[in-house]
């Protein structure tokens, strides 16, 4: 594989592949041909610095990374999460085709399918008002208690999909901040409130003090006994759950084969499917099918996820840029960022390969974004004009929900479609001072502003376009980024499936509890923590 990837550098630097102004200028055909399409989703990457002959080396290290393998060795229930000795099934989940999938020669399809009608009648019950609260009232609000995978899926999807919100209103509790709660528990009413308890363990501690908070108010407001009928719970861990006393009929299993940031297609997406319903939600799982069918047997030509991995790696560890930018221009993907830095860099920041070795190279980017136009006005001109390259991923459907809005639609593409261009074609120092001279300004002004106008182009973008933002649309995007991210993973030679890097910091704070609390001395730890407990301990109040 290096000495691919030592060919892409000189190739790439050989054949200008960065001159992406040039490459267009050249080529009017270049649009066509690198741009690829699964139904109505449309992946344009002629904006990116590839040519044939780096598509082609980008080809032969897909094939001698290995990807297609490892990839069959995922879907069909190989203990690929070698270092905690796991599957990795979420397309298990999705698996509308319902063909066998064997997890140490058991099929798991009747389970999958077991605790989805389970979700169904619970998601209707509460829906259409057969499941009350204590008191015979309706529930009207639903609040999700989580963190990580346990949270930002549902959050990020409930929102997405907000035209298809018909249930009780949806909230969502992670930090172990109490102002989270509290704000939230403010607007609540304790007879109409359900609490989802999802918790891939059952042991996170922020899951489980935002929970007993969450008790509490139940039971001040309407006794202990009324607790039973206000929550439900997601969870692999069904002993603690039961210790909890959550009835087990309110109880949601999912497995160890699922990992948390790719849960949401387990019963952690309860919360999205009682707020879209369950046939919306098996919409959702149709889409991430579609994707996983398409993944599974699409030429790497026309393969969305391995071009999108493909170039991802090209850019990270061919031409060394260590951001990468995710800007959808629909604000009901507000949280597809910050969902994307969870799936990508909990999966891909890693430093140690798959023999144990250090990661000779660089693993994964960081991820960061907001939708557009928003980010225009924010951080748009570091990506324009600053001095890190940063590759940037658009998304845009054709088609809002607001017909009586369309020319806003209309001027939402057109900021979309102009920012990957201006990234691409820039505008030089001539161009700027023509601008500028045109205007009145004499030569030599002129000459004095126009480097400060100047936008040196040749910054790469992929930009996706579909319809319209459905449940189908949204699990098929999901999908298609998390397959990019088992690619990159793959070519990085790393376990994307653990993810170690967290325990260490739950380790410390479980351990500084006691000395934040006085009942400890901070004497073990080093002086700056001595410090800053210190610090605040002289300033807090009861
Ligand atoms: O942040 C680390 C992590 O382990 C994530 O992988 C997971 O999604 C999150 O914590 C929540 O874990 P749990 O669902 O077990 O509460």
Not at 38 to 50: E, G, I, Q
Not at 337 to 355: C, F, H, R, W
């Amino acid at each position: 594989m290096q000495a691919i990837i030592e060919e892409l550098k000189t190739t790439a630097a050989r054949t200008n592949a960065t001159d992406i102004r040039a490459a267009f200028a050249a080529d009017p055909g270049r649009f066509d041909k690198f741009s690829a399409s699964f139904d109505d989703l449309m992946m344009d990457y002629s904006k990116t610095a590839v040519n044939d002959d780096v598509l082609r080396l980008l080809e032969q290290l897909a094939e001698t990374g290995g990807v297609a393998d490892k990839r069959e060795e995922m879907f069909s229930g190989a203990p690929i999460n070698f270092t905690e000795g796991r599957a990795v099934l979420h397309t298990a989940l999705r698996n509308r085709s319902n063909t066998p999938v064997l997890v140490d020669g058991k099929d798991v399809m009747a389970d999958v399918n077991a605790v989805l009608a389970a979700m169904d009648r619970f998601a209707d019950g509460i829906r259409s008002g057969a499941l009350k609260g204590a008191t015979g009232k309706a529930i009207t609000d639903v609040v999700n208690i989580g963190i990580g995978g346990s949270d930002l899926g549902p959050v990020m999807a409930t929102l997405a999909l907000a035209p298809f919100h018909d249930g009780p209103r949806a909230h969502f509790v992670s930090n172990v901040d109490g102002a989270h709660i509290a704000d939230t528990l403010k607007l609540l009413n304790a007879e109409t409130t359900l609490f989802i308890i999802a918790s891939k363990t059952f042991t996170t501690i922020e899951t489980m003090t935002n929970a007993a908070s969450a008790r509490a108010f139940i039971a001040d407001k309407l006794g202990n006994d009324a607790v039973k009928h206000h929550f439900a719970a997601v969870s692999t861990a069904l002993d603690k759950v039961a210790a909890f006393g959550i009835e087990q009929d309110r109880v949601f299993g999912f497995w160890d084969w699922v990992g948390g940031r790719y849960s949401i297609w387990s019963a952690i997406g309860l919360p999205l499917m009682i707020a879209i319903g369950p046939d919306n939600f098996g919409k959702f799982l149709d889409g991430a099918h579609a994707m996983d069918t398409h993944f599974r047997s699409a030429p790497v030509r026309q393969n969305l996820p391995m071009l999108l991995g493909l170039i991802g790696f090209y850019h990270r560890n061919v031409l060394g840029y260590s951001t990468r930018a995710i800007l959808p221009y629909d604000q009901r993907l507000l949280r597809f960022p910050a969902y994307l830095q969870q799936l990508d860099m909990e999966s891909n920041g890693k430093g140690v390969t798959i023999d144990g070795k250090p990661v000779e190279a660089n693993s994964g980017p960081v991820v960061w974004g907001e939708p557009g136009t928003n980010g225009q006005h924010a951080f748009y001109q570091l990506i324009h004009q600053g001095t890190s390259i940063i590759p940037a991923e658009f998304m845009i459907a054709a088609n809002g929900f607001e017909p009586h809005l369309r020319h806003q639609h209309d001027l939402l593409i057109a900021n979309c479609l102009a920012q990957s261009e201006a990234l691409m074609k820039g505008r030089t120092f001539e161009e700027a001072k023509a601008q500028l001279t045109a205007k009145g300004m004499d030569d030599k002004q002129a000459d004095f502003i126009a480097p400060h106008r100047v936008f040196t182009g040749n910054r790469p973008s992929i930009t996706f376009v579909y319809d319209k933002l459905t449940p189908f649309a949204l699990g098929r995007l999901i999908a298609l980024y998390e397959h990019r991210v088992f690619v990159e993973g793959v070519l990085f030679r790393i376990n994307s499936f653990d993810q170690w890097g967290v325990e260490l910091g739950k380790e410390l704070a479980t351990g500084l509890l006691p000395v934040v609390e006085g009942k400890e001395s901070a004497e073990s730890h080093d002086s700056s923590t001595q410090g800053l407990v210190k610090a605040l301990a002289g300033m807090k109040k009861a």
